[in-house]
C-alpha cells in the first residue's frame, strides 16, 4: 500500500482558539480511517482543512505526495480530487437529481454531457435513486439526499471521500440507508476519511480509528483494539458515554 | 348607471391613454429601480458598517415617508430650493425609482442572505471557482427568489402611481375625473361608470402580471 493523504504538523486556529494542534497522519491508498472525538474538537475543520475550504496556519497537506494549496485564493486543483459529504443536505436546490450530479463534471472537469449523465444514470442505479434523476432535492427525503450527495462526490472521481458526521441530521430510520451505501464503497477499496457517531458503523468499516480530542490525536489504532481495550482514560471515557448501562 | 359617458366622443381611448402614462412612468422606473436596486443590495451586504448604516437608513426613510410627501418635495421643493426645473414625468420617475431602489435593494439583500454558506462550500469542495460558483448556484438561486418579488413590487408601481395626478400628471384617474366633470350635467351617474372602468383597467394591468409572479413562485419553490 502507498501513502495517499499525508498530514504534518497541522495547525488550525481561529483567533485564539486553536482548534487543531500539530495534528500528523497519513491515510493509505484503500484505507478507510474513521475519525472520532467529542463535539466541538475540530473534527469538521480537520476535514475541512484538508479539503481546502480553511485557511492553516501551520503545517504541510500532501495529496499523493504534492502539496495541498490551502491558501483560498490559489488552490492549485489539488482539493477536487478530494470528494467531500457534508452533515447538512447541501444539494443545489434550483436543479434535478441529474442536473446536479452532471454540473462540476461538465464545468469544472470539461467532460462532454450525454457521457456524464451516462454516468451519473448508472451510479444513481447502484445506490437504489434512478427513478428520481428529474426530481428535485425537495422531493427526496433525508436519507436519499445523502445517498444523492455521495454519488456527487462520486462522479468527480476523486481519490479520496471525506464524510463528515452524513447521518448525524438523518431520521434514525434513514440511517442505515446511507451507511449501506459507505460499506459498499469501502469493499470496493475506495479511500475514505470518515468522522461519525455511529459506533457501530465504525468499528464495521474502519481499517483504522483516530480518537480526536483538544485538538490531538490522542490515541489511534486498529478497530478492535481501539473499541475493545483503549490504551487511554480519555478514551474509554469517550466510548463508556455510547453504552447505556442500567444503574 | 354612468357608462355612456364613455362612449361619448373619444374618451375611452383618453383613459386608455391615462392608463398608458399611469403603465410607462412604473416601467421606467422599474427598470431603474432593478438596475440600482441590485447594486444597492449587494452593498447592504458589505462588510462596511458604516455603508451598512446609511443604507438602512435609507431604507428606513423611503419606509416611513408616504410616497405623495416625496413626490411633494421633489417635484416642488428641489424646483425651488435648488432652481432646477423638473417636469411632473420625471419627478415622478425619480420618486418612483427612489422607492423602489430600496424595496428591490431589500429583496437582494434578503435573498443573498438567505442562501446558506453550506452552498458555497459544496460548490469550492467540487472544484467549481467562486465565479462560477455565483453563475451556476447562487445567483440562479437568487433570481428564483427574486422574480416574483419584484413582479409584486410592479403591481404595487402601477397602483401607486395614481398618486402622480397630485404634481399634474393627467394619468387615468385624472382622465376619469375630467369625464366626469365635463358631464356632470348630462349624466350626472358617470362617476360610478367611469370609476368602475378605471378600476377594471387597473386589475386588467396588474392581474396578468400577478398571475404570472404565483406562477413562477410555485414554479420555483423549493
Ligand atoms: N468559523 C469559525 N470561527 C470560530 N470558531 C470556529 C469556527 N468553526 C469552528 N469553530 C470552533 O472550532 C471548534 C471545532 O469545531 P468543529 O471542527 O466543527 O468540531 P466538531 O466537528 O468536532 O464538532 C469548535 O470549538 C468551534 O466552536
Ligand atoms: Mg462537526
Known sequence: ??????????????????????ISFSV?????????????????????????????????IFLDGEKIETNRNKTNGLCER????????????????LQNLTLAPIIVKKRKRKEVEEEALALLERVGLSSKKDSYPRQLSGGQKQRVA?????????????????????????????????????????????VTHEMQFARAVADRML????????????????????????????????TYIKE | MGFEVL?????????????????KISLLSVIISIVLGILVGLLMTAKNSYVKLLLRTYLEIVRIMPQMVLLFLVYFGVARAMGVHLSAEVSAVIVFSFWGTAEMADLVRGALTGIPAIQYESSRALGLTMVQTYRYVILPQI???????????IT??????????????????????????????????????????VLLLYFLACWPISCLARYLEKKWEN
Open chain 1, 1 to 22: 500500500m502507498s501513502e495517499i493523504v499525508s498530514v504534518k504538523n497541522l495547525c488550525k486556529r481561529y483567533d485564539e482558539l486553536t482548534v487543531l494542534d500539530n
Open chain 1, 211 to 242: 480518537f480526536l480530542e483538544g485538538g490531538k490525536i490522542v490515541e489511534e489504532g486498529e478497530p478492535e483494539e481501539f473499541f475493545e481495550h483503549p490504551k487511554t482514560e480519555r478514551l474509554r471515557q469517550f466510548l463508556q458515554t455510547f
Open chain 2, 156 to 197: 404595487r408601481m402601477i397602483k401607486t402611481t395614481s398618486l402622480v395626478m397630485m404634481i399634474g400628471i393627467v394619468e387615468v384617474l385624472k382622465v376619469g375625473q375630467q369625464i366626469i366633470e365635463a358631464n356632470r350635467k348630462a349624466s350626472p351617474n358617470a362617476a360610478f361608470g367611469v370609476f368602475a372602468t
Open chain 1, 28 to 60: 493509505q491508498k484503500g484505507e478507510v480511517v474513521v475519525i472520532v472525538g467529542p463535539s466541538g474538537c475540530g473534527k469538521s475543520t480537520l476535514l475541512r482543512c484538508l479539503n481546502g475550504l480553511e485557511e492553516i496556519q501551520d503545517g504541510r
Open chain 1, 150 to 194: 455521495i454519488v456527487r462526490a462520486l462522479i468527480m472521481h476523486p481519490e479520496v471521500l471525506l464524510l463528515d458526521e452524513i447521518t448525524a441530521a438523518l431520521d434514525p430510520e434513514m440511517v442505515r440507508e446511507v451507511l449501506d451505501v459507505v460499506l459498499n464503497l469501502a469493499r470496493e477499496g475506495r479511500t475514505m476519511l470518515i
Open chain 1, 82 to 97: 478530494m470528494g467531500m459529504v457534508f452533515q447538512s443536505y447541501d444539494l443545489f436546490p434550483h436543479k434535478t437529481i
Open chain 2, 143 to 153: 433570481v428564483r427568489r427574486m422574480i416574483p418579488l419584484s413582479i409584486n413590487l
Open chain 2, 7 to 23: 362612449f361619448k366622443g373619444n374618451n375611452f381611448i383618453r383613459l386608455l391613454g391615462g392608463l398608458g402614462l399611469s403603465l
